[in-house]
Nanobody, 112 residues
């Protein structure tokens, strides 16, 4: 069965950085695109970034230039490096693979 486990969240000051990790199991990782989403309080879940097969990357406009998605196929892990964080980035962050497989989510809070 597919399992996704996020880690690396927490509290960070505005302007700071965090790196999220999502370890996957139960899939042939290198053959799958991986996605990061986030859901802020009172808002719908939104797409943040994609790591496609072949190392192609795509980003939501709201994070472009600040966030970087990367993957380590040997470790079955996708990362989200988040820089220049601001309060609007506060959310629960989720990774996804396929159409229905989601991680449990991890909280990122940007606050002074």
């Amino acid at each position: 069965q597919v399992q996704l486990v996020e880690s690396g969240g927490g509290l960070v000051q505005p302007g700071g950085s965090l790196r999220l990790s999502c370890a996957a199991s139960g899939i042939i990782f290198r053959l799958n695109a991986m996605y990061w989403y986030r859901q802020a309080p009172g808002k719908q879940r939104e797409w943040v970034a994609t790591s496609a097969v072949g190392d192609r990357e795509n980003y939501a406009d709201s994070v472009k230039g600040r966030f970087t998605i990367s993957r380590d196929n040997a470790k079955n892990t996708v990362y989200l490096q988040m820089n220049s964080l601001n309060a609007e980035d506060t959310a629960v962050y989720y990774c996804r693979v396929g159409l229905i497989n989601w991680g449990q989510g991890i909280q990122v809070t940007v606050s002074s």
